[in-house]
């Protein structure tokens, strides 16, 4: 139906149900219609047809609008899923900071029934260290921010609980009337993260901090120290052959035994920052608020005193040693990393003092580790380019007089500085590892050179070669004295391996590799007997031929008692076991007569010969062979 406002008079008077009476009326009629009437109906038509074509925009209009006002239809439906199923728990909070409602039961995250968190003031169950941070993002958030911050709540049973929380303003009607705040739960993670943290900065055995917690403490050390004004230092601390300890209990006592030295340290330090596990048995701390040099040796004299009362290790009294190398900051200008190079210098040297002590670092000992350094290199070169020789010692009967051994002597002809005694290059070797293809060159070199001494005449003696407790520790050591002897022809019982007492400790393997070396015929005896772990269980149950005594007691046999007594000693025992004896290191005629005396069966010294190159050890042997070769004669 077609509603048309206004005056109806005009179609009333243009109705096509009006006939016109007559033609005349009109200019001209078609079909019934004058030219008037033609015109009015057209009008009327156009207008209807514009009301219409209006009506019907109007309508779809209106269709149009029912639709976009509609919206997605799902809307309702989907605040509904999400205020039922998501994963994320959210509630409201009114302006006054209580809970008015939550999407979804709580007592899983934070043990309250949703009917206890109903009206509960939300700050109730915030953690006092977190109180300050909620208070402020709620604020922000009523100002109309949006916030993210972690938070520590109290769970209903009293633990603490780490929460993520996303705040957005409540709005109605252009007023904010609280606040929606998104809750998650991050416990896990912040657990993980600390774990992540632990492992990245504690040692995991023994809970101390490691290398990269104690350096950076240590840097932050140093920086208050500078300002301040006061000295600290820094201790390198490693235990005295704690390898026995491995090997002697296992890994797992040893580890008991680094548990109980933290503890004892931890006892004399300040903060528990200040000692730290570096690797292994190596330990480092930090002294500081140090007054003076006194004050340095009185905390380090404490520090080795704790250490003194023995470990127990499955109720074994174990008593244990340390090294300690210090580093002393008066200047402020070191860093971290510098001190604790310095620190592990000094604590090198100690080692090769003897161990059991500690000393400070000097300038000259950074000299001495690059001297180190460099001879380290250097000698690699020097394997390569063959600039090592042997010097050969004779070994002397001591009832004929006459030449009976040669011992092997290593050399160094360096390029530069000429002969270098063993002792500058030595020490280098056994620390860098040198010392096993040294070592094996040595063998090889030895017999090659007795073989040719043989070929050339000379009657047969064996050569004497150190072992190093590097070499004795190979497994495959029998197989490579076995191949040198093959690949030099000499006869095996002409070469004879000198091992040191400390070599011995592990019984049941030093047992099981001297006698394979014993099996294929080679001689074996101790060097330097009386200076290390001497036991007459080892003497009894390891296949030993002679026992060679030290220079340190034979050098004073004629002016000291105690060493007298203790070289007679050593030669009445060694004969009631059916070992021979050689003494090493004899200088003079009136410790000749003694060891004559006391019935040694061998010697080895200047009062006989120095060490000499291979040519002339050759022109002696030609010039002693079956000759008295001592110039004194049997007491």
């Given at each position: 139906?077609?509603?048309?406002?206004?005056?109806?008079?005009?179609?009333?008077?243009?109705?096509?149900?009006?006939?016109?009476?007559?033609?005349?009326?009109?200019?001209?009629?078609?079909?019934?219609?004058?030219?008037?009437?033609?015109?009015?109906a057209a009008m009327v038509a156009g207008v209807v047809l514009t009301v219409s074509f209006a009506s019907l925009g109007w309508m779809f209009a209106r269709r149009s609008s029912r639709k976009s006002s509609m919206g997605p239809s799902y809307q309702l439906e989907l605040l509904?899923?999400?205020?039922?199923?998501?994963?994320?728990?959210?509630?409201?909070?009114?302006?006054?900071?209580?809970?008015?409602?939550?999407?979804?039961?709580?007592?899983?995250?934070?043990?309250?029934?949703?009917?206890?968190?109903?009206?509960?003031?939300?700050?109730?169950?915030?953690?006092?260290?977190?109180?300050?941070?909620?208070?402020?993002?709620?604020?922000?958030?009523?100002?109309?921010?949006?916030?993210?911050?972690?938070?520590?709540?109290?769970?209903?049973?009293?633990?603490?609980?780490?929460?993520?929380?996303?705040?957005?303003?409540?709005?109605?009607?252009?007023?904010?009337?609280?606040?929606?705040?998104?809750?998650?739960?991050?416990?896990?993670?912040?657990?993980?993260?600390?774990?992540?943290?632990?492992?990245?900065?504690?040692?995991?055995?023994?809970?101390?901090?490691?290398?990269?917690?104690?350096?950076?403490?240590?840097?932050?050390?140093?920086?208050?120290?500078?300002?301040?004004?006061?000295?600290?230092?820094?201790?390198?601390?490693?235990?005295?052959?704690?390898?026995?300890?491995?090997?002697?209990?296992?890994?797992?006592?040893?580890?008991?035994?680094?548990?109980?030295?933290?503890?004892?340290?931890?006892?004399?330090?300040?903060?528990?920052?200040?000692?730290?596990?570096?690797?292994?048995?190596?330990?480092?701390?930090?002294?500081?608020?140090?007054?003076?040099?006194?004050?340095?040796?009185?905390?380090?004299?404490?520090?080795?005193?704790?250490?003194?009362?023995?470990?127990?290790?499955?109720?074994?009294?174990?008593?244990?040693?340390?090294?300690?190398?210090?580093?002393?900051?008066?200047?402020?200008?070191?860093?971290?990393?510098?001190?604790?190079?310095?620190?592990?210098?000094?604590?090198?040297?100690?080692?090769?003092?003897?161990?059991?002590?500690?000393?400070?670092?000097?300038?000259?000992?950074?000299?001495?580790?690059?001297?180190?350094?460099?001879?380290?290199?250097?000698?690699?070169?020097?394997?390569?380019?063959?600039?090592?020789?042997?010097?050969?010692?004779?070994?002397?009967?001591?009832?004929?007089?006459?030449?009976?051994?040669?011992?092997?002597?290593?050399?160094?002809?360096?390029?530069?500085?000429?002969?270098?005694?063993?002792?500058?290059?030595?020490?280098?070797?056994?620390?860098?590892?040198?010392?096993?293809?040294?070592?094996?060159?040595?063998?090889?070199?030895?017999?090659?050179?007795?073989?040719?001494?043989?070929?050339?005449?000379?009657?047969?003696?064996?050569?004497?070669?150190?072992?190093?407790?590097?070499?004795?520790?190979?497994?495959?050591?029998?197989?490579?004295?076995?191949?040198?002897?093959?690949?030099?022809?000499?006869?095996?019982?002409?070469?004879?391996?000198?091992?040191?007492?400390?070599?011995?400790?592990?019984?049941?393997?030093?047992?099981?590799?001297?006698?394979?070396?014993?099996?294929?015929?080679?001689?074996?005896?101790?060097?330097?007997?009386?200076?290390?772990?001497?036991?007459?269980?080892?003497?009894?149950?390891?296949?030993?031929?002679?026992?060679?005594?030290?220079?340190?007691?034979?050098?004073?046999?004629?002016?000291?008692?105690?060493?007298?007594?203790?070289?007679?000693?050593?030669?009445?025992?060694?004969?009631?076991?059916?070992?021979?004896?050689?003494?090493?290191?004899?200088?003079?005629?009136?410790?000749?007569?003694?060891?004559?005396?006391?019935?040694?069966?061998?010697?080895?010294?200047?009062?006989?010969?120095?060490?000499?190159?291979?040519?002339?050890?050759?022109?002696?042997?030609?010039?002693?062979?079956?000759?008295?070769?001592?110039?004194?004669?049997?007491?």
């Open positions: 139906m077609l509603y048309i406002a206004g005056d109806c008079s005009i179609i009333k008077e243009i109705s096509p149900w009006k006939r016109f009476p007559n033609r005349e009326e009109g200019r001209s009629l078609v079909n019934g219609w004058s030219d008037n009437g033609l015109w009015l509904d899923s999400l205020y039922n199923n998501s994963p994320i728990a959210f509630a409201v909070i009114d302006r006054q900071g209580r809970f008015i409602d939550i999407n979804r039961d709580p007592s899983d995250l934070v043990g309250f029934s949703k009917v206890e968190m109903t009206g509960k003031p939300f700050a109730t169950m915030v953690d006092d260290d977190s109180q300050d941070i909620t208070r402020q993002i709620f604020l922000r958030t009523l100002k109309g921010e949006k916030c993210s911050q972690e938070i520590k709540i109290i769970h209903k049973q009293g633990y603490p609980m780490d929460l993520n929380i996303h705040t957005s303003p409540l709005v109605r009607r252009n007023k904010i009337i609280g606040l929606l705040v998104f809750i998650q739960d991050i416990s896990d993670r912040k657990r993980s993260m600390e774990r992540i943290r632990y492992m990245a900065y504690y040692d995991d055995m023994t809970g101390l901090p490691n290398r990269r917690f104690f350096t950076n403490r240590l840097e932050e050390k140093l920086k208050i120290g500078k300002m301040n004004g006061t000295r600290l230092a820094v201790c390198y601390l490693d235990v005295d052959r704690f390898k026995l300890v491995n090997a002697s209990f296992g890994r797992d006592f040893g580890d008991m035994l680094l548990l109980q030295i933290a503890e004892r340290l931890s006892r004399g330090l300040s903060e528990p920052g200040d000692l730290a596990r570096m690797e292994g048995d190596e330990f480092a701390a930090c002294l500081d608020g140090l007054q003076d040099d006194e004050d340095v040796a009185r905390r380090l004299d404490q520090m080795m005193v704790v250490l003194e009362e023995p470990f127990e290790l499955s109720g074994v009294p174990v008593q244990i040693t340390v090294s300690i190398g210090v580093a002393v900051c008066d200047s402020g200008t070191e860093d971290a990393a510098t001190l604790l190079k310095k620190a592990d210098t000094a604590l090198h040297r100690v080692k090769e003092n003897g161990k059991n002590d500690y000393m400070l670092h000097s300038s000259d000992m950074d000299n001495v580790a690059l001297h180190k350094l460099t001879i380290q290199h250097e000698m690699r070169k020097a394997l390569q380019n063959q600039e090592f020789l042997l010097y050969y010692q004779p070994q002397y009967d001591l009832a004929s007089g006459q030449i009976v051994g040669m011992e092997a002597l290593i050399r160094w002809k360096h390029p530069e500085r000429g002969l270098v005694p063993p002792g500058e290059f030595i020490p280098a070797a056994e620390e860098s590892g040198i010392i096993v293809p040294l070592g094996d060159w040595v063998i090889e070199e030895a017999c090659r050179q007795n073989k040719a001494w043989q070929d050339a005449g000379i009657p047969s003696i064996p050569v004497s070669v150190n072992l190093s407790i590097r070499q004795f520790s190979q497994r495959n050591l029998t197989d490579k004295v076995s191949e040198i002897l093959r690949h030099t022809g000499l006869d095996a019982r002409y070469l004879e391996l000198e091992i040191t007492e400390s070599m011995t400790m592990d019984v049941e393997r030093a047992s099981q590799c001297l006698k394979e070396l014993t099996d294929i015929g080679v001689t074996i005896s101790i060097d330097d007997f009386g200076t290390g772990y001497s036991s007459f269980h080892y003497l009894k149950k390891l296949p030993i031929a002679r026992l060679k005594i030290d220079r340190s007691f034979v050098r004073d046999i004629q002016q000291d008692p105690n060493d007298a007594a203790i070289v007679a000693a050593i030669i009445a025992m060694a004969h009631n076991l059916q070992l021979q004896v050689i003494a090493e290191g004899v200088e003079t005629e009136d410790q000749v007569h003694f060891l004559r005396s006391h019935r040694c069966d061998e010697m080895q010294g200047f009062y006989g010969s120095k060490p000499l190159p291979s040519s002339e050890a050759m022109e002696l042997l030609q010039a002693k062979t079956n000759r008295l070769a001592l110039p004194v004669q049997s007491a």
